[in-house]
């Protein structure tokens, strides 16, 4: 939760992975929390971890089928049929 605390107070955006200049401890902003806050942010932040695990997970899981269909099409082992073009409205966020 501190490192929580101490990297939200940093103004504006970056891009990831931008490195960010160091900053002595003085010059650090940590929020002063009641103790309900501090509960219910550890609540927040408890339930953003296991939703960022989920997440990881759903991606490995894509990675790992993306992997065994580009293999078993060049192996031979899969073949595709149908119709593989997607409807459009279903990737451009207008689904009914």
């Given at each position: 939760m501190l490192?929580?605390?101490l990297?939200?107070?940093d103004h504006g955006t970056r891009p990831a992975r931008a490195?960010?200049?160091a900053r002595r401890l003085e010059q650090h902003y940590v929020a002063l929390l009641?103790?309900?806050e501090v509960r219910l942010?550890?609540?927040?932040l408890e339930h953003l971890?296991?939703?960022?695990?989920?997440?990881r997970q759903q991606m490995d899981a894509l990675t790992?089928?993306?992997n065994i269909a580009a293999a078993g099409l060049t192996a031979g082992t899969l073949t595709l049929t149908g119709d593989l073009t997607p409807p459009?409205?279903?990737w451009s966020g207008n689904a009914s």
């Open positions: 490192a929580t605390l990297t939200a107070d490195v960010r200049s009641s103790p309900a942010l550890d609540a927040l971890d296991g939703q960022l695990v989920l997440a790992e089928i993306r459009a409205d279903r």
